[in-house]
């Protein structure tokens, strides 16, 4: 950055400290943080323990840093590193009318809500999550900690394991050259004929989606990539009790977990892998993201 900027990061968990950490180590940052344990920062952020602190830099920052997901609820930001001895909740709009309206927010997975204070408060923002690049590497965060589940939850190894990917997203397209690679036997489940036809040409079994009836009691894991309910009571009935389920698709899943567990099925819902598995990395990644937007908007802007 070629002039001095003040940096507020409020909420998250260790990725929004490794976050804070990193822009801490720029020239020119001053980096201040609210609902983020000290004991996972650096001497070099600056905590703000009250709204009344908040207020006396909010309208001098230059851009406000969300968390991913930035909301915990409709309301209130997502905080679960706000003072672990005693965990404070801080309203969204409270935080977002003090703004100084120059501030430029960054956030991620950006409710509608949150969008119309956004909004309503004319402040220009950007939803980090949408970004290409960030999703690309997420996505290699999540395989990896899908691997993770499937030797944890599972007495056989990766060789020879029969998995079904439903969905061939990024994702998938991931997790299933990696699966591959380690010698498991996968089938992918898709729609499009051009995706049916990829998969076919990854060493991968092609299976349409209108065809799983046919082979869903075949495997030793299946894992949903896609946030639609694919995995109904018709299907989860066929599907034999030993079968690992793991959805790694945002809410509502793709999973009748309800039903899965009257089954006696054993389903994991594994929501934000990166997150979870690799926050260091994971920050890293949001990290260089937002720099990326940083850079691109000053090209537009002149700034």
Known sequence: MSEK??????GGDLRQARLANRFAQQEGCQVYSLGIDQEFLQEEVIPLHSIEEY????????????????MEDRDYLNAPFSASTERKRWKAEELLKRLSPTAVVFAGKVTPHLRTLLERYNLKWYDYLNREELAALNAVATAEGTLQILMEELPVT??????LILGSGRISKVLRRQLV???AKVTVSARK?????WIGMESCTPVHIKELPRVIDEFDAIVNTVPAKILGEALLQKIPRETLLIDLASKPGGIDFDTANKLGLKTIWALSLPGKTAPITSGDIIYQTIQNIMEEWRETSGD
Do not use: C
């Open 181 to 183: 690679a380690l010698g």
């Open 5 to 10: 900027k003040t940096i507020l990061l409020a």
């Open 193 to 197: 004929p051009s995706d049916l036809a």
């Open 55 to 70: 207020v006396q830099k909010a309208e001098h920052t230059d851009y406000f840093i969300l968390p991913m997901p930035a």
């Open 158 to 163: 990766i060789k020879n394991l029969k998995v």
